[in-house]
């Protein structure tokens, strides 16, 4: 099982900057937010009139004539797999036809088909419970899209969702990784999709209090790190990354994109929403990570933190990354892109695991934009507002979820 080298190949990706991995990336560049106001429904009876919305989404371009009819019964977050997916494949140059039963899925949701449970409960609340629809349940669980993805591409391998709120993508990802590492698939594809951006989510969320209230400025609305930071910003979206066996990889011809070298996982046990605040499971996932890879934290070059502008998140993950770092803060940069596009629950860390990817491809740090004045409460002095040109060789993302799950994935440049 050590003996095997898992590598990144192939990458998708649907979310609130762009359609596409390469704009999304010219868009991170260039520190520009996908933040607007909410045009979906109707926001004047909510706190929260801003979101992290996919505006002129069409779902039909991905289908099939024949697949079409069928699809109109899936929910949005399938379609946004769907999209990434086609690209993520299209991307790796991968043979969808060779070998399905080596090939596998493990694509998750933090939340699920969210509108179509909340319009079911009102037709069954309005109309009674004839008029609940009988492509109701599976139309709206979580694991719906892993599963109708390996139908569309009839790969047979490992199928399986995971479900950690905001860790989702990130325990996919190393579920993936682990399967390959096993000899259970050569191919894995593997990420999360989410729909969240709806009234009842808007709701439940802004009675938490977790939503930034910034309606005037929406763009400016995620600030992680920075002192004025009052909640995160709700977004939505898809990202799918191709995980490969090394030797399959390079058989193939294959672009091998970085190397998937490890990943960590813990829980906080601390409380159903908040995080530990002196971020014991955060660092416990981290150390794991490094443990597993058999790296120091001093060869880490870019940390993609979870970051996610809640006052009491960005001080704890703070303090975590601190620890880890043991002081040596000169060579590492640590930055949120949530600044940009937004939390989109169970699929924010696919996302950031391929700007992670992206940037060790390209050599370019992120900047982490927003911040006008850094909390002081924030220990760390290594977060960058402004790009880095600069050779990353390993790059950290981390994920933690409600109900204390914490994930941390590592990336390393290809030797």
Request: charge should be negative; include cysteine.
């Amino acid at each position: 099982m050590e003996g095997k080298r898992v590598v990144l190949t192939g990458m998708g990706t649907v979310n609130p900057l762009a359609m596409n991995v390469n704009d999304t990336w010219a868009k991170v560049l260039a520190g520009e937010s996908g933040i607007g106001a909410i045009t979906r429904f109707d926001t004047a009876n909510l706190p929260v009139h801003i979101a992290g919305e996919i505006t002129d989404f069409d779902y039909k371009p991905y289908y099939t004539e024949d697949q079409l009819k069928p699809a109109k019964r899936l929910d949005l977050f399938v379609h946004y797999a769907v999209a990434a997916m086609k690209e993520a494949v299209e991307s790796s140059g991968f043979d969808v036809k060779k070998d399905p039963d080596r090939t596998g899925i493990a694509i998750g949701s933090g939340i699920g088909g969210l509108s179509v449970s909340y319009e079911n409960s009102v037709a069954l609340a309005t109309k009674g419970a004839r008029r609940v629809s009988p492509f109701y349940v599976p139309m709206s669980i979580g694991n719906i899209a892993a599963g109708y993805l390996s139908m569309m591409y009839g790969f047979r391998g490992p199928n399986l969702s995971t479900q950690t709120a905001c860790a989702t993508s990130n325990h996919a990802i190393a579920i993936a990784m682990m399967l390959i590492k096993a000899g259970m698939a050569d191919t894995m594809f593997a990420g999360g999709s989410e729909a969240a951006v709806v009234e009842l989510a808007m709701a439940g969320f802004s009675n938490m209090r977790a939503l930034s209230t910034r309606n005037d400025d929406p763009k400016t609305a995620s600030r992680p790190f920075d002192r004025d930071r009052d909640g995160f910003v709700l977004s939505e979206g898809s990202s799918v990354l191709v995980l490969e066996e090394w030797e399959h990889a390079k058989s193939r011809g294959a672009n091998i994109i970085c190397e998937v070298i490890s990943t960590g996982m813990s829980a906080d046990a601390y409380d159903f929403v908040m995080p530990d605040p002196e971020g014991g499971g955060a660092l416990l996932s981290m150390k794991m990570a490094l443990q597993q890879a058999g790296i120091n934290s001093d060869e880490i070059d870019y940390i993609n933190a979870h970051g996610t502008s809640t006052p009491a998140g960005d001080v704890a993950e703070s303090k975590a990354i601190y620890k880890l770092l043991e002081g040596k803060e000169k060579d590492v940069h640590v930055g949120s892109t949530k600044s940009m596009h937004g939390h989109l629950l169970g699929a924010t860390a696919g996302l950031e695991a391929i700007i992670c990817a992206k940037a060790i491809q390209e050599s370019i740090i992120p900047a982490n934009i927003n911040i006008e004045n850094l909390d002081p409460e924030i220990p760390l002095k290594c977060i960058n507002t402004s790009l880095i040109e600069t050779e990353v060789r390993v790059a950290m993302s981390n994920s933690f979820g409600f109900g204390g799950h914490n994930s941390t994935v590592i990336l390393k440049k290809i030797d």
